[in-house]
């Protein structure tokens, strides 16, 4: 088994007064060459918006684009006639493909909205792009672990071009389980929403992650009541 710890304040960071935003990997302007990306987990963004404001439209291509609120309310529109309202417990996908110009707005003009912008290297490149949302039912995450995304249509929660598993757990304090990857040679990388736990025998804090590879399973133990969202992905590009 091999591990990378990145702490909560190792990341990088950039305040624009309507957007605070903290970067695992680099983005925009924060440069690190050490962390690039995670096998194909390449961007994980901790964002917080001021009410009113958003991300106007802008285009992406070849990347699976992630959203998950965390507080508030995040309102979505794209160039294919797609708009929605994603809320916590909610998972949004947007396959941008051959290209696609989207807006990410704060849907409320008095609140912040916090949430998780995470992108994914593709398996596929110029796939028609495609946008989905689900709901998700927080009893399905109390001590275990909550399939949101998967490779599958078929499978549970919203699907992506690549072969990647996410899960959501809410544990309570004291509880341990087992995470087994779903393909052999993925890795996972595991950050800390709220709480403290012990992942892999490795302490972790609120936002901190830990990416754990050559391994087919490991322990999950929480030190506190911890949420979690385990990203198991393709380490090879």
Do not use: C
Not at 140 to 169: C, K, M, T, Y
Request: aromatic letters at 10%; zero cysteines; charged letters at 20%.
């Amino acid at each position: 088994m091999n591990t990378t710890l990145h702490t909560a304040s190792s990341r990088g960071h950039a305040n624009h007064g309507w957007l605070n935003s903290y970067h695992t990997f680099s983005f925009a302007g924060y440069h690190n060459p050490n962390r690039i990306h995670f096998g194909v987990l390449r961007v994980l963004n901790d964002d917080t918006v001021a009410g009113g404001m958003g991300f106007g439209t802008h285009p992406h291509d070849n990347m699976e684009i992630i959203s998950i609120p965390l507080a508030g309310t995040l309102e979505h529109r794209d160039n294919t006639g797609n708009h929605g309202v994603i809320r916590p417990g909610d998972v949004q996908v947007m396959s941008a493909g051959t290209g696609i110009a989207h807006s990410e707005k704060n849907h409320s003009r008095s609140e912040e909205v916090k949430f998780l912008q995470i992108w994914v290297f593709p398996n596929q490149r110029n796939v028609p792009p495609r946008y989905d949302q689900q709901s998700f039912r927080a009893e399905d995450r109390h001590n275990q672990f909550q399939q949101v995304l998967s490779p599958s249509p078929d499978d549970a929660g919203v699907w992506i071009h690549q072969d990647a598993w996410f899960h959501l757990a809410d544990f309570d304090a004291g509880f341990t389980a087992e995470y087994t990857l779903k393909k052999s040679g993925n890795g996972v990388y595991v950050f800390v929403l709220e709480g403290d736990a012990a992942v892999a025998g490795q302490a972790l804090h609120r936002r901190d992650g830990l990416g754990i590879w050559d391994a087919a399973s490991f322990p999950v133990q929480a030190t506190s009541d911890t949420r979690l969202l385990l990203m198991e992905v393709p380490m090879s590009l």
